[in-house]
């Protein structure tokens, strides 16, 4: 089975500065991946997805992801940090050679400090 | 106004009575799923669908049924419902398993 791991379960950012959400994935052949944010009481939204077509993927809001195949990585990032970007972040797999099942990290809880 | 409709948002009620999550998307996706969403745990699949009548288990599906018998809608029922299925839960639906999913607002469920 996949899984998935997101380092920090709570991030805090100060409002302009760089944001580091980690996330990696275990598989061997490389699966499709996913950023998704959650805003309070609503449900997931789509961030960003590889597709396979580049590793440096932008997204929505100024958000980006680089897919690195040698540390099994996808990595969310985003130069400043806004107020609104406050959020839970989950990055998801679905694997390209094995199913149709997804797996999602535990979560980044994101908080951004004015 | 392409969206994923879950009702009821919020229900509480008592341990092992029968219960009905009705899940209905208007963007003819062939993928459907539904997920419960547990502080410290993410998301966890419950059951997905491909297509009409076809059905397959995810991660958590112990106490949990579905039906797919028409392509817009996925029902998740909980035959008897027990405390330990209190969670928030999820519908997602996509135009195929590789694809983004779009979610519903959710469903907060206490069974007591």
């Known amino acids: 089975a996949q899984s998935v791991t997101q380092l920090g379960s709570h991030v805090s950012v100060s409002e302009g500065a760089l944001v580091l959400l980690r996330c990696n994935y275990s598989?061997?052949?490389?699966?499709?991946l996913f950023w998704y944010v959650q805003y309070p009481n609503q449900g997931l939204q789509l961030l960003l997805k590889?597709?396979?077509?580049?590793?440096l993927v932008k997204g929505i809001n100024g958000f980006e992801a680089e897919f690195k195949k040698s540390e099994t990585s996808f990595h969310l990032t985003k130069p400043s940090a806004h107020m609104s970007d406050a959020a839970e972040y989950f990055c998801?797999?679905?694997?390209?050679?094995?199913?149709?099942?997804?797996?999602f990290g535990t979560g980044t809880s994101l908080t951004v400090i004015p | 106004e392409a969206q994923v409709t879950q009702n009821p948002r919020y229900l509480i009620t008592v341990t092992g009575k029968k219960l009905t999550v009705t899940c209905s998307q208007n963007?003819?996706?062939?993928?459907m799923s539904w997920y419960r969403q547990d502080p410290g745990l993410g998301l966890r699949q419950i059951y997905y669908?491909?297509?009409?009548?076809?059905?397959d288990k995810g991660d958590v599906p112990e106490g949990y049924k579905v039906s797919r018998k028409e392509k817009r809608n996925f029902p998740l029922i909980l035959e008897s419902p027990s405390p330990n299925q209190t969670s928030l839960y999820f519908c997602?639906?996509?135009?195929?398993?590789?694809?983004?999913?779009?979610f519903g607002d959710g469903t907060r469920l206490s069974i007591l």
């Open positions: 669908s491909m297509n009409v009548e076809v059905t």
């Open positions: 590889y597709t396979s077509a580049a590793t």
């Open positions: 598989s061997s052949v490389p699966p499709y």
């Open positions: 997602a639906s996509s135009f195929g398993g590789s694809q983004p999913q779009h």
């Open positions: 963007m003819n996706h062939e993928y």
């Open positions: 998801a797999v679905r694997a390209t050679n094995t199913g149709n099942q997804f797996y």
